[in-house]
């Protein structure tokens, strides 16, 4: 039986993973085809899928085993991506607590948590919630009634 001896976490943009630096400087050196890696990604990560779609960054989890074999997992975007877009945002804020960049009404956080509840590995909306606030706050978001 093969022991996993390396665990990796990605962020890379759903069903458009090319063979490139990025990913085979981390991925080349433990022996993974970086071809063949993005062929399976872009496969699994292109099938229809509620949380993310084409072009959004997700997070891959690869786990390597000593007989370099692997295995990977996608997960939807981060809850700052997901705020990005929900504000409309390209960057957050330089100076958060200081400096506001976007305000959001609490009916974008609920929309988020419940997009990521899955991944928060909470058993409660309201836990994700407060999670996703704490995230809009220290991007510089303000969460706003309504």
């Known amino acids: 039986m093969s022991v996993v001896?390396?665990?990796?976490?990605?962020?890379?943009?759903a069903g458009k993973a090319v063979p490139g630096p990025k990913i085979a400087s981390v991925l080349g050196p433990r022996g993974i085809p970086v071809p063949k890696f993005c062929e399976a990604f872009n496969k699994v990560a292109s099938r229809a899928n509620?949380?993310?779609?084409?072009?959004?960054?997700?997070?891959?989890?690869?786990?390597?085993?000593?007989?370099?074999?692997?295995?990977?997992?996608?997960?939807?975007?981060?809850?700052?991506?997901?705020?990005?877009?929900?504000a409309k945002l390209s960057k957050s804020s330089s100076n958060p607590g200081k400096e506001?960049?976007?305000?959001?009404?609490?009916?974008?956080?609920?929309?988020?948590?419940?997009?990521k509840m899955a991944d928060m590995k909470v058993d409660n909306e309201n836990s994700a919630v407060k999670m996703v606030v704490g995230t809009a706050k220290s991007m510089g978001i303000e969460v706003i009634e309504g």
Do not use: W
């Open 50 to 86: 509620a949380n993310y779609k084409v072009g959004d960054l997700v997070t891959v989890r690869i786990s390597i085993k000593d007989d370099r074999s692997h295995d990977f997992t996608v997960s939807g975007p981060p809850v700052a991506y997901l705020l990005k877009q929900e």
């Open 5 to 13: 001896v390396a665990k990796i976490n990605l962020l890379m943009e």
């Open 100 to 115: 506001l960049v976007a305000k959001l009404p609490m009916s974008a956080i609920i929309k988020v948590a419940k997009c």
